[in-house]
C-alpha cells in the first residue's frame, strides 16, 4: 500500500460526500462550487455521477496517493487529447504534489505510447497553464526544476 492520500475515508461519508470533499481538495473548492453552480436539469445527474464515481470512489481509494493518481489521469487525458480536462488537471498538480518534472515524464510517456503529436499538444498545454507571470513559478515551489527542465528542452 503506498503512503497515505490525505483524505481517509470517513465511515459516516455517503460516496457523493466523499467524493465532494475530495473533489474540492484536488481541484479546489472555487472550481467545483462553478461546476456545481453550472449544472442545469440537463447534467445534473451526471454532475453527480462524476462525483461519486471518479471521486468518491475512485480517487478516494487507498492504495494510490494524489501525485500518481493526477499523473495518470494527465497521461490519459494527453493521450485522449481532452486539452479542457487537462488544463483543469494540469492546474490541479499545485494541490496533488506533482512536480513539473513529474509532468514532463508523464508527457514523455505519452509521446511513446499515444503518439508525438498527443504529447506535443500536451507539452503546449502544460507550458501554457504551469507558466505564470515570473515564467516557472508554482505554488509548490519547484521554480528551480521547471527553469532547468525548460532550459535542457531548448537545448536539443
Known amino acids: 500500500m503506498s503512503e497515505p492520500t490525505g483524505s481517509e475515508p470517513d465511515a459516516g461519508e455517503s460516496r457523493y460526500e466523499r467524493g465532494l470533499r475530495v473533489r474540492r481538495e484536488v481541484l479546489g473548492a472555487e472550481y467545483v462550487a462553478r461546476a456545481l453552480a453550472g449544472a442545469t436539469e440537463l447534467d445534473a445527474d451526471f454532475q453527480r455521477f462524476l462525483t461519486e464515481t471518479a471521486w468518491g470512489t475512485l480517487w478516494a481509494r487507498p492504495d494510490l ?20 480536462e ?3 488537471h494540469l492546474r490541479a498538480t499545485r494541490n496533488t504534489g506533482a512536480s513539473e518534472s513529474d509532468i514532463a515524464e508523464a508527457l514523455l510517456h505519452v509521446a511513446v505510447y499515444a503518439g508525438i503529436p498527443a504529447a506535443n499538444a500536451a507539452f503546449a498545454a ?31
Do not use: C, H, N, Q
Request: charged share 45%.
Open 65 to 84: 496517493d494524489r501525485r500518481t493518481r493526477s499523473l495518470i489521469t494527465i497521461g490519459i487525458l494527453a493521450a485522449l487529447g481532452r486539452r479542457e
Open 86 to 88: 487537462l488544463l483543469v
Open 126 to 156: 502544460a507550458k501554457a497553464e504551469l507558466a505564470g507571470p515570473g515564467e516557472g513559478k508554482r505554488a509548490d515551489g519547484d521554480e528551480e526544476r521547471g527553469r532547468a527542465a525548460r532550459r535542457k528542452g531548448r537545448s536539443r
